[in-house]
């Protein structure tokens, strides 16, 4: 075993979730000899929590996990939040003035809640979106603050990139925006990255970002992978992912994640 890792930090879709959003026996397996022998699992999603409740109970998680892209460090052991972060009210009347100008289906979660406008739009897309599901369909305009940890705009990219480019002309430092998959746009506190996330959950556990592994697929993992010492990227990973791994493993559906523990961390 490589003495050096002492935690491994994996994202949800794309590459601990195989295609049908469930974790292989086999990586079950893996994840658990790992924690056996002294690592620390620890989750790192774009995810609502809600969303998320189901895989903290089968791996059966209790140290803290990053959700909402960054927004939130929870701690399912106390039941509660370490850190939280949210667009302040002026970005938030913006999304939802912006909304009204695309075909888009507009998600915005709150205090763990997601509030919906237009959910009818882009069922296609919106199907991969299971948390929508997991989660209170509630409108938005029954809100009196706003508040939001995460919005999201889903539909095609023509529309999602007119939404990123008034955004970023209109806000410079308030907001983080990131493609999650191509067709979901999401918007959060310029606090709020898997990095700045990852860099507060491990003071919080005392360990040194050179003595993790994290695992990735899309360009919401660059921060995170960027920042520890033993990147990994997932076959089915971007462009930009890839480059910016140490090492290389096989798909999502391939079992990536438990073959690159296997011979990197378990050997």
Do not use: W
């Not at 949210?86 to 809640?113: G, I, K, M, T």
């Amino acid at each position: 075993m490589d003495g050096d890792i002492q935690a491994i930090v994996i994202d949800l879709d794309g590459t601990l979730l195989d295609s049908s959003k469930n974790i292989s026996k086999q990586t079950l397996r893996t994840l658990r000899l790992a924690s056996e022998q002294g690592l620390r699992i620890l989750l790192a999603t774009g995810r609502s929590l809600k969303a998320t409740e189901r895989y903290i109970m089968e791996l059966g998680l209790s140290h803290p996990l990053i959700c909402y892209n960054g927004s939130c460090v929870y701690d399912p052991l106390v039941g509660k939040d370490l850190f939280h972060t949210h667009l302040n009210e002026r970005v938030c009347s913006e999304l939802l003035s912006v909304e009204q100008e695309v075909n888009c289906s507009f998600h915005a979660y709150r205090r763990h809640e997601v509030h919906t406008i237009h959910s009818e739009r882009h069922s296609e897309y919106l199907k991969q979106m299971l948390h929508v599901q997991d989660s209170s369909d509630m409108d938005i305009t029954s809100l009196q603050t706003y508040e939001f940890t995460k919005a999201v705009f889903v539909g095609d990219f023509s529309d999602t990139e007119q939404v990123r480019r008034h955004l970023s002309e209109t806000f410079t430092d308030s907001i983080h925006q990131v493609y999650s998959r191509p067709h979901f746009f999401e918007v959060m506190s310029s606090k709020a990255t898997k990095g700045d996330a990852l860099k507060l959950l491990l003071e919080h556990e005392g360990i040194e970002a050179e003595r993790v592994m994290a695992i990735g697929d899309e360009n919401n993992d660059l921060e995170m992978l960027r920042m520890v010492g033993h990147p990994v990227a997932m076959a089915n990973a971007t462009k930009q992912v890839k480059q910016a791994a140490r090492y290389h493993t096989s798909s999502c559906d391939e079992e990536g994640v438990a073959r690159i523990i296997e011979r990197i961390v378990l050997a």
